[in-house]
C-alpha cells in the first residue's frame, strides 16, 4: 500500500505495532521526505483534541495567547497517523470525514481555508463495527478510513516471531545500557516462547530489558524473566490470602490487581485499559479515584496482604 495514496485503516491489538506499520507505509512512499505525525485520539481531552488537529487562531478561547499550527497542516506533503481513532468524540467526526475528504479545513476561531496536502492512516484495537451500533462511531466515517485495511496477529499467533524479537531487543538494550549482549539460556528461549504476552510486542520488549537489567552482563536464564499474567496462576498464596478477606475487602483488592495490571499494560493509556477490562472509560476513571490508583502504580503483588490476610 505505501506506492499509493490510498487511506489504510490498521487493526491490531495495542502492543503489536501498528504505528511501526504506519511509518513503514510512510518511509516506502512517495512521502518519504515529507513529515509523519501522529495524534493519539485517547490521549488528548474532548475539548483540546479539535485544536490539536486542526490548530486555531489567537484568541480563539481563553487561554489562546497565540496561532497553532494544527497536526494537519504540519502533515502537509506528509501523513498524519491517526492513532486510537476510536476516541475521537462523535462531536469532531463530521468534521474529521470532512477533512479527509476535501484535504481542507479552518483553524478554531478562524475564517481562512487551509489546504493540506497528507495521506491519512488510522488504528484501532478495538471494534468500530461495536461502536457504529453503539452510535458513538459514524459509519460513514468508517468507510472513508476503511479504503484498505491492514490487520496485525498478536504475538500468540506468531510465535516464530518471539525469538527474533527477543534477540533484537536484547542488543538494543544492552547497547543503550552498555552492559554486554549475553545471549539467552536454552530454558529462558523456551519460557519466552510459551508465555501468552496479553500485551503483545510491547511486553517482550519490556519483560527482555528487565532480564537483561537483571542479568547484568551475564546470559539471561528463565528466572530473569518476569511475566505479569502469570503471577495470577501461579501465585496460589495470594490467592488464598485473598480468599479470607471479607467479601467487600476482597473484591476491591482484586480490582486493584486488575486495574493496575490493565495500567501497566497499556503503559498508562487509560482508555485503552478500559478496553482491557470491557468497561467503559469513565468507570474505570472512577474506579482509579476511589481505589487510589495511577498509571505508574506496579501490580498488587504477595506482600500487599500479610500473613494473615490483612490488606
Not at 495514496?5 to 516506502?28: C, F, M, P, W, Y
Not at 475528504?101 to 471494534?127: K, L, W
Not at 532480564?211 to 496460589?236: D, K, M, P, W
Amino acid at each position: 500500500m505505501a506506492a499509493s495514496d490510498t487511506t489504510v485503516l490498521i487493526r491490531g491489538e495495542s502492543g503489536t505495532g501498528k504505528e511501526l506499520v504506519a511509518r513503514a507505509i510512510h518511509q516506502n512512499s512517495s512521502r518519504a521526505n515529507g513529515p509523519i505525525v501522529t495524534v493519539n485520539c485517547a490521549a488528548l481531552p474532548d475539548e483540546l483534541l479539535e485544536s490539536e488537529l486542526f490548530g486555531h487562531e489567537r484568541g480563539a478561547f481563553t487561554g489562546a495567547i497565540a496561532r497553532k499550527v494544527g497536526k494537519f497542516e504540519v502533515a502537509d506533503k506528509g501523513t498524519i497517523f491517526l492513532d486510537e481513532i476510536g476516541e475521537l468524540p462523535v462531536s469532531l467526526q463530521p468534521k474529521l470525514l470532512r477533512v479527509l475528504q476535501e484535504q481542507t479545513f479552518a483553524r478554531v476561531g478562524g475564517n481562512d481555508t487551509i489546504h493540506s496536502d497528507f495521506r491519512a492512516i488510522a488504528a484501532t484495537n478495538g471494534d468500530l463495527g461495536e461502536l457504529i451500533k453503539a452510535g458513538e462511531f459514524r459509519k460513514d466515517l468508517y468507510y472513508r478510513l476503511n479504503a484498505f485495511t491492514i490487520s496485525l496477529p498478536p504475538l500468540r499467533e506468531r510465535r516464530s516471531d518471539v525469538v527474533p524479537l527477543a534477540e533484537h531487543f536484547r542488543e538494543v538494550y544492552a547497547d543503550k545500557n552498555r552492559v554486554p549482549a549475553a545471549g539467552f539460556s536454552e530454558e529462558a528461549l523456551i519460557a519466552l516462547q510459551q508465555y501468552s504476552y496479553p500485551g503483545n510486542v510491547r511486553e517482550l520488549e519490556h519483560i527482555v530489558e528487565r532480564a537483561l537489567l537483571q542479568a547484568n552482563g551475564r546470559v539471561i536464564l528463565a528466572e530473569h524473566l518476569q511475566f505479569e499474567q502469570q503471577s495470577i496462576q501461579t501465585n496460589g498464596q495470594w490467592m488464598e490470602a485473598l480468599a479470607k478477606l471479607p467479601l467487600h475487602d476482597s473484591v476491591a483488592e482484586w480490582e486493584k490487581f486488575r486495574i493496575s495490571q490493565a495500567l501497566k499494560q497499556s503503559d498508562g493509556n487509560k482508555a485503552e485499559a478500559a478496553r482491557r477490562l470491557g468497561v467503559h472509560r469513565r468507570l474505570l476513571y472512577e474506579k482509579i479515584r476511589k481505589l487510589g490508583l495511577e498509571p505508574a502504580d506496579q501490580p498488587l503483588e504477595d506482600e500487599n496482604l500479610n500473613s494473615t490476610g490483612e490488606a
